[in-house]
Structure formats: structure tokens, C-alpha cells
């Protein structure tokens, strides 16, 4: 489904109003495009997304609005990435460094501080490495055999 480009307008009073809250009797009302203020129109049909329309042409903003999402959707959508036989190996990325962590075996995120460093790419809490079993610790190995 196609996402909207106005989904929200403001109304005579100077708030905004979603589409999806008007009520039957709020359609006669006038509202102005957050972008540009020249009038727009709730549109609620059974066919499209439910959206503001402008009365006239539309605004640059919406324009450009609709261009990006275009772009956007041909060159990243899963088919379009799946086609041209692209696949990332996750060995083969690099992630940026961080003060946080999340442990591998708890699932917690927590500071480097308060943690335990196991191999280059996995971090445990020192609670979790204070109180390592066997069984968790065969399964860093094979956390860590992952990533090399």
C-alpha cells in the first residue's frame, strides 16, 4: 500500500488535524497544508490511502515528498534487492564502536563499564560471567565461532 504524503492538515483554529480522526460532520470545515497553507481537501475513499489532497496543484514540499518515497521504494525495496543478487554476509560488515553493549547470553544492554569483553565482537555483563555455566559458556563459543 502506498504511504500518504499528507496524512495530518491544519484547521481553522490552527491545529492539526489526522485524517484518520475526522468525523462525517468535520469535512466541511476548510484546512490548510502544514507545508505551503494553501487548502487542502480530506479525501476518504474506499480505494486509496486516506489523505489530504490540495485544492489546486500541490505544493513544492509534497512534490518532493512523493519523488523521494518513489526513489526510495525502486532502489530498496526486498524484491528489487533480492533480484539483483545482492547478499551481505554479516562477517564482512563493520559497526561503528559503542560505549553499549548488549550481553549475549542475558540480552540486557548495558556501558562497557559494567561488562566483560569475550572476543573481539561479543560482550557478556559481569553479572552473567560471574555466574557462567558450562552450557553458557559452549554457547559463547559458538556465539563467537560466528563471527570469525
Not at 549475549?104 to 553479572?127: P, Q
Request: aromatic residues 10%; positive net charge; proline residues 1%.
Amino acid at each position: 500500500m502506498r504511504e500518504r504524503t499528507l496524512s495530518w492538515a491544519i484547521n481553522s483554529t490552527g491545529d492539526k488535524v489526522f485524517i484518520d480522526e475526522l468525523k462525517d460532520k468535520d469535512f466541511e470545515a476548510k484546512y490548510n497544508c502544514p507545508h505551503c497553507f494553501c487548502e487542502v481537501i480530506p479525501r476518504r475513499g474506499d480505494k486509496k490511502i486516506w489523505h489530504f489532497s490540495h485544492k489546486g496543484e500541490e505544493c513544492e514540499y509534497v512534490k518532493k515528498l512523493k519523488n523521494t518515497k518513489k526513489d526510495t521504494a525502486s532502489n530498496s525495496s526486498l524484491s528489487n534487492f533480492m533480484t539483483k543478487g545482492k547478499t551481505i554476509d554479516i562477517k564482512d560488515m563493520d559497526f561503528e564502536d559503542s560505549d553499549i553493549f548488549t550481553c549475549v547470553l542475558c540480552k540486557k544492554e548495558e556501558n562497557k563499564e559494567k561488562g566483560t569483553e569475550w572476543s573481539k565482537k561479543v560482550w557478556i555483563c559481569k553479572n552473567c560471567y560471574l555466574h557462567l555455566s558450562n552450557d553458557e559458556m559452549k554457547k559463547l563459543e559458538l556465539i563467537e565461532s560466528r563471527y570469525n
